[in-house]
């Protein structure tokens, strides 16, 4: 058998890819970096409920579980879980709580604020990285985070509640981690 037909063609952009990882993986380790590839998958979910598009995002961790993040109509992370099936579950309660939203004549309101305070958390970063802050800018800043939270303390148990499938993750702040990071 002639050799062109033994060898291995790939196609498209599969091998500058390769090449650009590879220059970036080099990179990074003279940057001191400590990099593990993962050969995994990804996974995009579409949904279009009550006219809003939801979008969903997983992936598998090097400990083999799900990591889940909503895309839209806002970005939050969903949390890790052991299974597919409990990816499908979370989601499946998601899309029910986005359909109570959607109803909601604040809707677009809350999207809105969720935007403002996402860009709030950059500016912070920005604020954090670009200057020499000095403490009593922290302590207002600390002030009017702790301020914010009293506010949803507030609005918790004054409100009626309107979704009892799943129980809040992330309404008391004392028992509750953020999600939005995996643990080494």
Do not use: W
């Not at 809003?52 to 961790?61: G, R, S």
């Amino acid at each position: 058998m002639p050799e062109r037909h033994s060898r291995r063609v790939e196609r498209g952009p599969r091998p500058y890819l390769k090449a650009e990882l590879s220059t970036q993986e080099m990179r990074l380790k003279q940057m001191g970096a400590k990099i593990e590839v993962i050969n995994s998958f990804l996974c995009y979910i579409r949904f279009e409920v009550e006219g809003i598009k939801v979008k969903y995002v997983y992936n598998l961790n090097r400990k083999g579980q799900f990591f889940l993040e909503r895309v839209t109509p806002y970005p939050q992370p969903a949390g890790t879980f052991d299974s597919e099936k409990c990816v499908v579950e979370s989601i499946r309660n998601d899309i029910a709580q986005i359909k109570q939203l959607a109803r909601s004549s604040h809707f677009k309101e809350l999207i809105d604020m969720n935007s403002d305070l996402r860009f709030l958390a950059r500016r912070l970063d920005s604020i954090c990285l670009y200057y020499d802050v000095k403490p009593e800018d922290i302590a207002t800043i600390k002030g009017s985070l702790e301020h914010l939270h009293g506010v949803f303390d507030a609005i918790r148990d004054h409100s009626e509640r309107v979704y009892f499938d799943t129980e809040p993750f992330c309404l008391d702040r004392e028992r509750e981690a953020p999600l939005d990071r995996e643990d080494d």
